[in-house]
């Protein structure tokens, strides 16, 4: 029986994988690094920390710091966040949806709570959430399945209880290795990845989350 419905946040409520790509692409700059928007589809869903490490192991570079140039790409996306974040279609519905479905309600996120709290606070969103969750506190952020654990005993349910709407392929995996049924809302370009394959339902938008469909996966597993 479904009790819970977790969402993520980035590129699930707000349009921010490009914020996350311009700022990525300062950030790395300030290391001499030129990176593609391909090549920040690759960390979807990392933590920033993460983020700068996985680049940082491939192309490793002496200064300025990782910790300096974590903090730069926080700083611009926060930035962005309220200069031109835009939240994604079917929020307000499924947000609503989730109000009147009588299933605990949690946000848990791989971005600081810095970030979480402008976006919050961008859209007027934090009163929907009974329980927000950052992997800012965890030792590990997605794919690992810490934050969602976390955010479940906070919620007071066990993960096989919940189901976690996600866009990226760490954050379906981390869903996924959690023990919880996911709903996967990709973006295009990460659709074919083969992680998002793991999701018990894959759809075009938060549009599509209702009644129907939570029961049409749970029947299915």
């Known amino acids: ?6 969402f993520d946040m980035d590129g699930l409520l707000i349009d921010s994988e490009p ?17 593609t928007h391909e090549q920040c589809l690759e960390t979807t869903g990392l933590r920033a920390d993460e983020v700068v ?16 140039v974590t903090a730069a790409i926080v700083e611009r996306v926060v930035a ?33 709570y810095v970030i979480i709290d402008a976006v919050l606070d961008r859209f007027g969103l934090r009163s929907a959430f009974p329980v927000i969750h950052s992997a800012e506190e965890e030792v590990r952020g997605k794919p690992a399945p810490d934050v969602y654990l976390t955010a479940a005993r906070k ?28 709903i996967a809302i990709p973006d295009p370009a990460l659709r074919s990845d083969p992680r998002i ?3 018990d339902a894959v759809v075009s938008s938060l549009l599509e989350v209702d009644a ?5 996966i749970s029947r299915a597993t």
Not at 1 to 6: K, N, P, S
Not at 80 to 95: D, F, Y
Not at 156 to 179: H, M, Q, R, T, Y
């Open 19 to 35: 914020l996350w790509h311009e700022a990525e692409i300062h950030g790395f700059g300030l290391a001499g690094l030129s990176l």
């Open 80 to 112: 962005l966040i309220h200069e031109k974040g835009t939240l994604m279609p079917g929020v307000s519905e499924a947000l609503a949806f989730a109000r009147g479905s009588g299933l605990r309600v949690a946000l848990a996120s791989s971005s600081l």
């Open 155 to 182: 919620l007071g349910v066990f993960p096989a209880e919940c189901i976690a709407l996600e866009d990226s392929p760490n954050g379906v995996v981390a869903a996924k290795e959690a023990g919880m049924l996911c």
């Open 1 to 6: 029986m479904l009790r819970a419905i977790l």
């Open 212 to 216: 129907a469909l939570l029961e049409t």
């Open 197 to 199: 394959a793991r999701a």
């Open 53 to 68: 490490a996985f680049r940082h192991a491939r192309t490793p570079w002496d200064a300025p710091s990782r910790e300096v």
